[in-house]
């Protein structure tokens, strides 16, 4: 039985009620508002400090404080001490930006102001010699900043030790700052998790600024049961909300942060959280400074940097390619892969999408488009950022601020969420543009082809499986994406190779593995995936146990051999690959029926798709899912 109109205002009400205090109202701004902070130390002894300030001679660093002995300089030319001066000028209201600081001098010293280009050419903006301690202000106009550069502050002690506090860069506020709430997503990562709230309770700072934290906890091993976690809890007063629910993974979870924070206050901000990042609590302070000054309301996310190799940017900027089925593109002239001890990112660059690592939501965003789709995982944060786009909110990726993840490149592409990325690219796609049903399946016939040549049997399974599940059109969803997970999971069990095993005890002899290194890649590929498939149909492959590395693990050298040990992407074991005729038979011949299927069916999937948006969307919806007014 449908709940009538009054029920659902009153169950609002009770949520908003029921929501921090701080969240239910705006807050005035005081006069001057902190865009970010000098920070001179990371959160862990395993990022480098430099990423923060670069210090020659001899020096004394805290979070909040660098000291200098005489003869030392420093500057703040690096990836967090840098300010993006180009992504404040193009998309903000600040005109001017003031730098202030206290400076404990002993004889003298010098500060300068410094600018660079798109080029990275350096100038100075202004300097100033400084005799006495106390507070000291620079300042720079915004206004030869739109393609690129950034400004950092310089420091030598001249004539004995020279201390810097309280630097911190502002502009003019505006009239009001708006309440912002944090949502994190969680799934049996529950010591991760207690970290990452943790984090957020180190830094008075950044904890005065958040109205709310909410956590969704989606698993078994709960978050509430970690010590950690209790110890922290209390630091919060009533800012922090646990909430449990199924595990309808992170479109569930992260809508279920927006769901709530839009009931309390629908002017209030969100910030998305990852539960498995390092992360650094100033980002939070210049997302959230940022999104109060943006000209028109728009998506602030922070760039992600690697966990296992912490200097390193994954990527400056990212878009989607709808019709190629391809997120996590590049921008061009961004970064990617790149240390950030040895590099900045001078030219301005603007993002398609920020992935949710971490990335602020504005209110108006969910007023204006409704709550993302409950696809599961995968492609959730690409949809709502094109659909943010398409109806006047772009994105920024906000250099200088940033949370570690763990790198992407340590797993394993043959994997069930192989599932979730193969089906979701199609229905993001049916969604905000049309597809071509013959380029399409004519790119998915390829790849499925490399993957069968190279001895993936359960990742062509695990692939056309996701086709066939958006062949059944948006009734798929309706469960949040529960007995698809379980089906992705169980189903690869059949497929000998998608197991891994422990490199030192492997199920076949170790002392008849024979590593053979790739060459370089074949210049005509599709001439050369025609010749390997012929040879692995008609056995005409080198035999043997055949060992390769990750690094050397491409379909063009996987495809020459026929029992093959390849290394796991995650270097914790290896994977057994064997040429089965019949199973490639049988995969190939589902192949061609589903694309076939595909191709014709495809032009009324794509309306059957955005004729069930809204009702996908609706709060309604994301309500039965999680069992709020339910009968």
Not at 97 to 113: E, P, Q, S
Not at 154 to 163: I, R, S, V, W
Not at 543 to 559: F, N, P
Request: proline residues 4%; contains cysteine.
């Amino acid at each position: 039985m449908e709940q009538s109109a009054t029920q659902a205002v009153t169950e609002t009400n009770d949520r908003a009620e029921s929501a921090p205090a701080s969240l239910r109202g705006d807050h005035r701004a005081p006069d001057r508002l902190v865009l970010q902070r000098g920070i001179f130390t990371g959160p862990s002894a395993k990022v480098s400090d430099e990423l923060y300030a670069v210090v020659k001679g001899r020096g004394h660093r805290e979070r909040l404080a660098l000291r200098l002995e005489k003869g030392a300089t420093a500057h703040t030319n690096t990836y967090f001490g840098r300010f993006a001066a180009a992504y404040w000028q193009r998309w903000t209201t600040v005109t001017e930006v003031r730098t202030t600081m206290v400076l404990d001098v002993v004889g003298k010293a010098n500060v300068r102001l410094v600018a660079s280009d798109i080029a990275g050419h350096r100038r100075i903006i202004q300097t100033t010699k400084v005799t006495a301690s106390g507070p000291v202000t620079l300042s720079a106009p915004l206004d030869q900043y739109v393609d690129g550069g950034a400004l950092w502050l310089e420091f030598d002690a001249l004539g004995g030790d020279l201390g810097i506090t309280e630097l911190t860069w502002t502009s003019v506020a505006p009239e009001r700052v708006r309440p912002v709430a944090i949502a994190i997503c969680t799934f049996n990562r529950a010591a991760d998790c207690a970290e990452t709230v943790a984090a957020l309770a180190s830094d008075a700072t950044v904890l005065a600024a958040i109205d709310a934290v909410y956590v969704v906890d989606q698993g078994t091993d709960l978050v509430q049961d970690r010590p950690r976690f209790q110890e922290t809890r209390p630091i919060f007063g009533d800012k922090l909300r646990y909430i449990r629910q199924p595990n309808l993974g992170g479109a569930g979870g992260f809508t279920r942060g927006l769901y709530e924070v839009s009931s309390a206050n629908e002017h209030a901000d969100v910030i998305l959280m990852d539960d498995d990042i390092l992360c650094e609590p100033e980002t939070v302070l210049r997302l959230n400074a940022f999104a109060n000054s943006t000209v028109e309301p728009m998506l602030v996310g922070a760039q992600m940097l690697f966990l296992l190799n912490p200097d390193y940017l994954n990527v400056g900027a990212e878009e989607v390619h709808l019709h190629e089925l391809k997120h996590g593109q590049k921008v061009s002239k961004a970064l990617r892969n790149t240390s950030m001890l040895k590099k900045n990112q001078e030219r301005r660059v603007d993002a398609g999408y920020n992935a949710w690592w971490t990335c602020l939501i504005p209110a108006e965003v969910v007023a204006e488009i409704g709550l993302p789709v409950p696809i599961f995982f995968q492609w959730d944060d690409v949809e709502y950022g094109v659909r943010a786009r398409k109806h006047g909110f772009p994105t920024v990726t906000l250099p200088n601020a940033a949370v570690w993840h763990a790198d992407f490149y340590w797993k394993d592409y043959d994997d069930w969420a192989r599932y979730f990325s193969t089906r979701n690219s199609l229905i993001v796609g049916s969604l905000h543009t049309d597809l071509d049903g013959k380029a399409i399946t004519r790119k998915l016939f390829r790849d499925l082809a490399e993957q069968l040549v190279a001895m993936q049997y359960g990742l062509v399974h695990t692939t056309l499986q996701g086709i066939e599940d958006f062949l059944e059109g948006p009734k798929i969803l309706r469960d949040g994406g529960i007995a698809a997970l379980a089906e992705a999971r169980t189903s690869r069990a059949d497929y000998a190779e998608t197991i891994k095993h422990p490199a030192a005890t492997p199920p076949v002899p170790s002392a008849d593995i024979q590593i053979r290194r790739a060459g370089g890649e074949p210049s005509r590929t599709m001439l050369v995936l025609v010749k390997r498939a012929i040879n692995q149909w008609f056995g005409r492959t080198q035999h043997g146990l055949i060992g390769v590395t990750r690094e050397d693990a491409y379909w063009w050298h996987v495809s020459l051999f026929d029992h093959v040990v390849v290394t796991d992407a995650s270097q914790s074991g290896v994977r057994i690959r064997r040429r089965d005729k019949a199973r490639a038979r049988a995969l190939l011949l589902r192949t061609i029926r589903v694309l076939r299927r595909l191709r014709e069916e495809l032009p009324t999937l794509q309306e059957q798709y955005r004729t069930a948006m809204p009702e996908l969307t609706s709060r309604s919806n994301w309500e039965r899912l999680y069992g709020i007014n339910a009968d």
